[in-house]
């Protein structure tokens, strides 16, 4: 159990540009929210990170990272790849039930309370970040 829930903590998880990464992004964030004693954001935030970091890893040719932030209630959950170009834009999730592949972020728009990107540019490195937030109340 947490000392205090209120506390504020971020966790930032370098992945190698390969599909098995996203499983071992998916459970380092519920073991992390599990050791905060947020359990019940669990099953939404996996799916929500694993969306992210899929679209990382699948449409970018170098490292990743899983982003996991609490901060005022707010769980934010990043992925990090060094392609700076913007994500597409998610379709109506109604629009892509049929689909295979494209409802990543379709299905973050849907799931998560507020969701977006932002480029980024650090001591030489390019790339981006892929963000979703939810909310505890």
Known sequence: MPEN??????????????????????????????????????DTAELLATELVSNAVRHTKGPAALRVRWSAGVLRI?????DPEPPEPPAPLEQITDLEEGRGLALVRACADLWGWQPLAREGNRGKVVWCELATA
């Open 5 to 42: 829930a209120t506390d504020p903590w971020e966790y930032c998880l370098y992945i190698p540009n390969d599909p098995r990464a996203v499983t071992v992004s998916r459970r380092t964030l519920r073991l992390i929210l599990t050791m905060h004693g947020l359990v019940r954001l669990g």
């Open 78 to 82: 990043g992925a990090w790849d060094a």
